[in-house]
DNA sequence: CGAAAATTTGACATGACTCAACTGGAGTGG
DNA sequence: CCACTCCAGTTGAGTCATGTCAAATTTTCG
C-alpha cells in the first residue's frame, strides 16, 4: 500500500520502527475516500476518528452565531486533522471537517488509538511530539492574531504555506485569517500596487 | 513534601501512581521559589525547565515590535507553565515568563522529562494528555479571538476564571484578551451601568 | 506621606466590516 | 458551442469596534 508509506515516513521522522512494528501498525488504520465538499464530521456529532491525510485537502472550521466560518486548520498530504476535543473526550463536536478537494486519508478511532499505545509503546511518544507541535502552531497563531494586522498575518501565511496559498479559494484563506473575503481582497491589491 | 503532594494529586487525574512510583517521581523534580515580577525565562534564553505551579501566579506572554505585551498563559496552583517552543526544541525563546505573585512551583528540565518517561512510561500518558488539554484550550482561545468580540471575551473570562479575575490587575487581563486596558475599563463601566 | 502605577474618562483616529453594485470565469443545459 | 446562471473576487461608500492620546482620579506601596 503507497497510502501507508507517507504515514510510515511521517512517523520516522520522529522514531524508527521496525518491520514487524510497521506490519502491527498497519492494522489499526482504515482507509478512507471523500468527495469535495463532503463531511468528515459536523458539529454536534462524536469525533470518533482522526485522519491522517494521504492527499487531497480538509478543513476544520467553527460555524458562529451569525453563520460566518472560522478555519481552525487546513490539512493537506501529511497532515493529521480532527476535533481534538470531541475525539479526545467523546464530547458532542463544535466543530465541522470536510474536503476541499477530493481526499484520501487513513483513520483511527481513539479506542484503536489508546490500544496501540499499549501495543507499540513509542507510538506514544509519537502522538504526544505531534500534539507539542500543534500547540506550538495554535500558540503562535493566537499571539499572531493579537500582535499583527490581517496584511502582516496574510503576508506569513504566504510565507509559511506557499502551496497552500496557490491551491486554496481566497473565501478559505481570509477565514482561516480571522478576516472578511471582501478585506482579503482589499489587501492583495493594495499589495500589488 | 506538601508540595509534592499536589503533583500527584494532579498526576492522579489522569492515572495511578503505587508508593514507588511516587517515590521515584520525586527525584526528576526540583523546588523553587520566585519573588512577585521575577523573570523564570526570558525571551531569548532557552527554557530549560517546565514548572508546576504549587502557588502564586505566573505568566508567560510575547513583547511585539511595538514593546506591547500579550499574554499567552496564566498558571496559577495545579497549572504548568512553560515555553513549548523552546522546552521541546532547545530553541531560543520569544516568550517572557515571569512571577505576578510569590510564587513556589516544581521544576523538570526536558532531559529529566524524556528519561522519566523511560522509568515510568504511564507519565508519558500523563504529559500527552495535559498537552491535548493545552491544545484544546489554545484552540479555543483563537477560535473565541475569531468569533467574538471583546465585550462577549470578557464575560466569558470572567465566567471560566473567577479566581483569576478577582486576582489580576486588568492590565494583565487586557493583555491576555488582546484589548487594550483603556477598552478593558470601558467595557467594565458599560457593564456596571 | 508621597511617588509611581493603575484605572477612568473623553475626544479623536483607524483598521476592518457591511452592503451593494459590478466583473469575470466555471459549470450546465439546450 | 452558445446562452445562462452562479459563484468568487473586486471596488467604493459608509459604519462600527477598538485603538491612541492626554488629562484627571484612584490605588498601591515603599
Known amino acids: 500500500m503507497e497510502e501507508f508509506n507517507l504515514l510510515i515516513k511521517n ?39 482522526s485522519a491522517f491525510v494521504i492527499n487531497g485537502c480538509m478543513r476544520s472550521y467553527y460555524v458562529d452565531v451569525n ?11 501529511d497532515w ?7 475525539f479526545t473526550k467523546k464530547t458532542e463536536a463544535k466543530l465541522n471537517i470536510d474536503a476541499l478537494e477530493d ?14 499505545f499499549e501495543k507499540i509503546p513509542k507510538l506514544e511518544k ?3 511530539i505531534i500534539t507539542e507541535n500543534g500547540l ?3 500558540q503562535n497563531r493566537l499571539l499572531e492574531s493579537m500582535s499583527l494586522h490581517a496584511p ?11 502551496a497552500l496559498n496557490k491551491r486554496l ?23 500589488n500596487q
Open 11 to 49: 512517523i520516522e521522522k520522529h522514531l524508527s520502527l521496525n518491520e514487524t512494528e510497521k506490519e502491527e501498525l498497519r492494522q489499526f488504520f482504515t482507509f478512507k475516500k471523500l468527495r469535495k465538499r463532503q463531511y468528515f464530521l459536523q458539529e454536534g456529532d462524536i469525533s470518533h476518528y
Open 67 to 77: 453563520g460566518f466560518e472560522h478555519i481552525l486548520q487546513f490539512a493537506i498530504e
Open 80 to 86: 493529521w486533522i480532527t476535533d481534538m476535543m470531541s
Open 103 to 116: 481526499t484520501e486519508m487513513l483513520l483511527i478511532t481513539r479506542e484503536q488509538q489508546l490500544k496501540l
Open 126 to 128: 509519537y502522538f504526544r
Open 136 to 138: 506550538i502552531s495554535y
Open 152 to 162: 502582516e498575518r496574510y503576508a506569513n501565511f504566504i510565507k509559511r504555506y506557499p
Open 169 to 191: 479559494p481566497q473565501t478559505q484563506i481570509a477565514a482561516y485569517l480571522g478576516i472578511t473575503p471582501v478585506f482579503l481582497s482589499k489587501i492583495r491589491n493594495i499589495n
